[in-house]
């Protein structure tokens, strides 16, 4: 944060570095245990998208359970700090009790916060704004995470909404990937009021260009980036990539790793390179090595983007 300056007009201008650190969710948690990787993310993120089935639908037995798999991650890593988000199926149309059993996964003694929802992103704000404060009056003195799907301009006003009954941070579930500036007014202005913009993305690569969307988080200036969990198309069955690709911290564009650069990880981690250029290797092994570089490689990405921008007050 730079130094306070006075304008002509007596306005104050803020200084703000933007920086994106990225997360690391359950299932890439996995792949780097299996694979011997350090863990360097500060932040690690227990997405849970109800797909097992039981688990489909939220209960008090498997709440419990998913408690108890966050104080073992907390546990193993008790430097990091865990975030428990339950990633809802795009536009769901949510209950008050589907709601409420979400956010007490997250609550719990020694928990490092919870997560508020939305009904669905279609929500009239006046519902919003009333059932919110009823959720704040249940949780308490807890660090709050508000959860909002970037869909539509709704999202605006419930992120002001959200804002004016105290909540800093924000979790925005990536959607109308079309709307660059919708994204940037929302992460601006959590920005601004000191928050921090989480940025879930549903999807890794585009399909045709091979870019990374975690170029748009960053683009946008958001505080952190993290894989979500991606749904599929129904019963629609799923085409395999030809190849797996890894992602280049130059341009944030998926590659055959031939055309990485030199500082990648696949080119400098020599566990990581003999595994890679071993012909017998299996495809899954070759998918968790390109997930896991990307949070290495990404964090490359990163740096090589952190600007200012200058706030008037």
Known sequence: MGENKMTKENKTKQEVILETDIGINQKELAYSENLGMDISQSRIFVIEPLRKKDRQKLTESNLKVIQAEIKNIKKKYPTKKVTFLVQFKKNMKKTIEQIDLAMRCGMFDGSDGVCLYETSPEQNIKNFSEELSEFLKVIGDIEKNMVLEI??????????????KGIKNFILISGAYNDLSLWAQLVMKIIREKGTAIVVLTKRIHPTTKKAYMD????????????????????????????????????????????????????????????????????????????????????TFCRANIRKVIFET
Do not use: W
């Open 151 to 164: 869909e539509s301009n709704v999202v605006r006003e419930k992120l002001l909404i959200a804002l004016k």
């Open 216 to 299: 748009k988080a960053v683009s946008v200036g958001a505080s952190i980036v993290v894989h979500g969990m991606e749904f599929g198309g129904g019963k629609k069955k799923k085409v395999k990539p030809k190849e797996i690709l890894f992602f280049d911290g130059r341009d944030a564009v998926y590659k055959n790793k031939d055309k990485l650069p030199s500082n990648s990880i696949i080119s400098t981690n020599k566990k990581i390179k003999e595994l890679i250029e071993d012909k017998s290797i299996k495809r899954q092994k070759k998918y968790e090595i390109s997930r896991v570089c990307a949070l290495g490689d990404g964090k």
